[in-house]
């Protein structure tokens, strides 16, 4: 298991930009950070929680969801525990909790939240018009 923590959200006017970051910690023994394929995902109020975003292990592979791609960067430092998002454009239809996730062993798809046992309390992201 794995604490992971959220932060970087806040107030953003349609059009900017910002960068998301999840801290990895109190990783269990015999594993570290990397041991971990990581993802974002979010949630607006009523709605189901969606992929954002994902990331390989070792960081040599991505994927996006459809309204991510062209405008969005995930990336990750292993030395550092901490998983990345940067997102430019931002909509209105971008506001909401965003997640970080992790796994292990990852037996389904990286975009399906099944797939994710370790997740954080999430930060909020608004996006005024």
């Given at each position: 298991q794995v604490q992971l923590v959220e932060s970087?959200?806040?107030?953003?006017?349609?059009?900017?930009s910002l960068r998301l970051s999840c801290v990895a910690s109190s990783i269990g023994s015999g594993r570290t950070f990397s041991d971990y394929g990581m993802a974002w995902f979010r949630q607006a109020p009523g709605n189901e929680r969606e992929f954002v975003s994902a990331i390989t292990w070792r960081g040599d592979r991505?994927?996006?969801?459809?309204?991510?791609?062209?405008r969005s960067t995930i990336s990750r430092d292993n030395a550092k525990n901490?998983?990345?998002?940067?997102?430019?454009?931002?909509?209105?239809?971008?506001?909401?909790?965003?997640y970080c996730a992790g796994?292990?062993?990852?037996?389904?798809?990286?975009?399906?939240?099944?797939s994710y046992?370790?997740?954080?309390?999430?930060?909020?992201?608004?996006?005024?018009?």
């Open positions: 970087g959200g806040g107030l953003v006017q349609a059009g900017g991505t994927y996006y969801g459809d309204f991510m791609k062209g901490t998983l990345y998002l940067h997102v430019n454009s931002l909509k209105p239809e971008d506001t909401a909790v965003y796994v292990h062993v990852i037996a389904g798809s990286w975009d399906d939240e099944t046992d370790q997740w954080g309390q999430g930060t909020q992201v608004t996006v005024s018009s």
